[in-house]
């Protein structure tokens, strides 16, 4: 589960992405169909991702820097507007 990287030392799971696009969108021609597609894979992979950060920062040798990788998801999260 863990290395779940992109970029030069994730080229496999790069390339594994694609190829998932490449066989989700193919068979498809309307260019909405399409872009559903790829969003639903990109929130898939974003869940796993997620995933496996979790179990990264849960490891008992790594319990000191949860609060900080959980304070980075939190930041990156959109903010919700005050209700008045």
Avoid: H
């Avoid at 990109?42 to 920062?57: E, F, G, H, P, Q």
Wanted: charged share 25%; proline share 1%.
């Amino acid at each position: 589960m863990e290395g779940r990287t992109y970029g030069g030392k994730g080229t496999a799971t790069k390339n594994n992405f694609l190829n998932k696009v490449e066989s989700e969108t193919s068979s498809l021609s309307k260019v909405q169909d399409k872009r559903n597609a790829v969003v639903n894979l990109i929130k898939n992979d974003l869940s796993a991702d997620v995933t496996a950060m979790r179990y990264v920062v849960t490891k008992k040798e790594n319990r000191g820097v949860a609060i900080f990788c959980e304070s980075l998801f939190w930041a990156s999260q959109p903010k919700q507007a005050a209700k008045t």
